[in-house]
């Protein structure tokens, strides 16, 4: 008898706790419980590597000879040969805030100054040895960004941004 009292008083307990986690009797209506999330529209497509070619890359980056180049879905990187040598990264950002971007060359001591490039806003970062540029321009809800980094040993002269301009300028062009 007192087996089966242990059992009925068990189920009793274990069909009253379920009923606990249920909806049924619920006073919350049903529907969104915050603000729904923002869905990201595409921009435009940017193609491989910013529709820039390798030659143009290594032309207008001055980068003579490329050693090694990478490529995927999302970006890009050529590199000249030698100990600390020059080079030039192209990165697509889809759906990311471009002030995540700055806020980023910011704490690696390089100041964005805004800019407009083919109509677009966007940003131009030189570090205070003026060997590396980050220029990054919106495009829509997406973004990209073309860095120069002229190398700790090569014999490249000039502004590293106004090469990264010229190939955002290529890709700005060659949007579809």
């Not at 008083?9 to 603000?35: H, Y």
């Not at 940017?46 to 529709?51: A, K």
Request: hydrophobic share 35%; aromatic share 6%; net charge negative.
């Amino acid at each position: 008898m007192r087996i089966r009292s242990a059992i009925v008083l068990g189920l009793t307990a274990a069909f009253a706790l379920a009923g606990c986690g249920s909806d049924a009797g619920s006073e919350v209506a049903d529907g969104p419980r915050g603000p729904a999330p923002k869905v990201a529209a595409l921009g435009p497509f940017v193609g491989e590597c910013g529709h820039v070619t390798d030659d143009e890359v290594r032309d207008i980056g001055g980068l003579g000879q490329v050693a090694q180049s990478y490529k995927n879905a999302v970006g890009c990187n050529w590199q000249s040969g030698g100990l600390s040598g020059a080079s030039i990264t192209f990165a697509s950002y889809r759906g990311s805030p471009l002030e995540r971007e700055k806020a980023w060359v910011t704490t690696h001591g390089r100041p964005p100054e805004p800019i407009t490039v083919g109509g677009r806003p966007g940003f131009a970062a030189l570090d205070p040895s003026s060997r590396i540029c980050d220029l990054a321009v919106q495009l829509d809800d997406d973004f990209f960004e073309w860095s120069t980094a002229l190398g700790g040993y090569s014999d490249i002269g000039g502004n590293p941004c106004d090469r990264s301009r010229a190939l955002a300028e290529l890709t700005i062009e060659r949007l579809e």
